[in-house]
C-alpha cells in the first residue's frame, strides 16, 4: 500500500483505535436526530452533504506523526534501520529473533505504518 491519506486512514481507525462516533450518521456523518424533519434518523438518513471530516495525521509521511504510531508497536519490533539509500525497514529484533525483516518501504514513516497494519492482521 503506497504513502498517503488512504493508508493514514486505516492507521488512525484500525490501529489507532479510533472508532466512528456512533451519535453521527454512517451515510452523511451529521449528528442523528429524534425525527425526520430535525434531520437525520437511524435507517433513514436524509443524504445532506458531508460535514467536514477528520482528517487523519500524516502518519505514512510525516516522521512524527509516524513515531505515534512506532509506540505501539510490539517491542520486539521496535527496530527501524535503513537497510540501504532507499529502503527503511522495521525488524523483529531481540534474544529469540534474527533481524526478521517485518516491513520496508522508501521512508521510515511509510515502513512504520505498513509494519503497524501487518501487526493487526490488515497486511
Known amino acids: 500500500m503506497e504513502a498517503g491519506q488512504e493508508l493514514d486512514e486505516l492507521i488512525l481507525e484500525r490501529f489507532m483505535g479510533f472508532l466512528p462516533d456512533p451519535t453521527r450518521c454512517d451515510r452523511c456523518g451529521w449528528k442523528l436526530a429524534e425525527t425526520v424533519e430535525d434531520g437525520c434518523v437511524k435507517e433513514n438518513c436524509s443524504m445532506r452533504p458531508m460535514p467536514p471530516r477528520r482528517v487523519p495525521p500524516p502518519y505514512s509521511t510525516n516522521v512524527a506523526a509516524a513515531f505515534q504510531v512506532f ?6 519490533w521496535r527496530c527501524l534501520r535503513q537497510l540501504d539509500a532507499d529502503t527503511w525497514a522495521i525488524e523483529e529484533s531481540g534474544p529469540d529473533y534474527h533481524d526478521l525483516v517485518i516491513a520496508s518501504a522508501p521512508t521510515a514513516p511509510h515502513a512504520i505504518c505498513l509494519a503497524a497494519l501487518k501487526a493487526i492482521g490488515g497486511l
Open 71 to 76: 509506540a505501539n508497536l510490539p517491542l520486539h
